[in-house]
């Protein structure tokens, strides 16, 4: 007898006992938590989310995903960096070296952080985000929250490193010209199901979300180990996610699903 809830569909408590004493055992699923960029910049640097329009605190998904950390949960951990060269295109102090597409509406001398101009890359169009200098390879703002725990085993994934265009997803870069080495990773650990979490949920975690259920991964998003750029930003992700068929979660709810 399965258990319906008002909207007809199975209810929680049904599916974790379905989960658990049925669906795990025949999927044996693999298990990866992605920890999305929880680098100072973002927290406390030159991009803190605290002085985003949202305004949230980036500090407070540390213990949260530490707490996961502890419960060894996972098969497989994986941090991922925002890794940028001096040079690259999304930081608004370099737009001065760049070559400004005929279609962009934003000129070089107003050109400010948020903007969305469209550069003109060796004949190649590309509109970009225009964001503070932030995560440049090597520096302090690039270099993990010193209170993140970081397991042993665990891999580190570089992203952003290409200065002609941006990384959101720790999969591909924007434009999807090349990959990170996250999905061979992710392959040559078998792994099934991703949880991501992290900075920022808008920009980095929901793209990462997406396109892990992109390479087919079972897809949670774990929200309260998330902050974000801007709340109209992270409704519309959070729905547009919703609809890829991604699980939203709660921290406390992950045990039972793992
Ligand atoms: C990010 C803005 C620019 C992020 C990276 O990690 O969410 N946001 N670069
Ligand atoms: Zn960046």
Same mark, same amino acid.
């Given at each position: 007898?399965?258990? +319906?809830?008002? =909207? ?24 990866? +938590? ?21 305004? $949230? ?14 419960? *060894? +949960? ?12 001096? *040079? %690259? !295109? ?24 948020? =903007? ?8 190649? @169009?590309? $509109?970009? %985000? ?6 440049? $390879?090597?520096?302090?703002? @690039? ?30 870069? *924007? =434009?999807? !010209? @090349? ?6 990773? +992710?392959? $040559? ?20 979300? *997406? ?19 801007? !709340? =109209? ?26």
């Amino acid at each position: 007898i399965i258990d +319906l809830d008002n =909207d007809g569909r199975i209810s929680k408590e049904e599916f974790r006992c379905a989960w658990l004493y049925w669906l795990k055992q025949i999927l044996k699923p693999v298990t990866a +938590l992605v920890i999305v960029d929880v680098q100072n910049d973002f927290i406390s640097g030159s991009l803190a989310l605290r002085e985003c329009p949202a305004g $949230q605190d980036a500090e407070s998904v540390v213990p949260v995903i530490n707490s996961l950390l502890e419960q *060894n +949960l996972f098969d497989v951990v994986v941090y991922t960096y925002d890794w940028h060269p001096e *040079n %690259h !295109l999304s930081f608004v102090d370099n737009v001065a070296l760049r070559s400004m597409h005929p279609t962009s509406k934003v000129t070089k001398e107003d050109a400010k952080v948020h =903007d969305e101009p469209v550069f003109d890359i060796g004949g190649v @169009s590309r $509109q970009q %985000h225009l964001w503070p200098r932030h995560c440049t $390879q090597g520096s302090w703002g @690039s270099e993990l929250h010193s209170d993140l725990k970081v397991v042993e085993n665990a891999f580190h994934v570089k992203k952003g490193t290409n200065p002609d265009v941006d990384s959101y997803s720790a999969f591909w870069d *924007n =434009d999807k !010209l @090349s990959k990170t080495e996250l999905s061979s990773i +992710l392959a $040559q650990k078998r792994v099934t199901d991703v949880y991501v979490c992290g900075l920022a949920y808008d920009v980095c975690v929901g793209y990462t979300a *997406n396109d892990s259920v992109d390479h087919g991964f079972r897809t949670v998003f774990i929200e309260d180990a998330a902050r974000g750029v801007a !709340l =109209d930003g992270i409704s519309k992700k959070r729905e547009f996610l919703l609809s890829k068929g991604v699980y939203m979660a709660d921290s406390a709810e992950v045990p039972s699903l793992v």
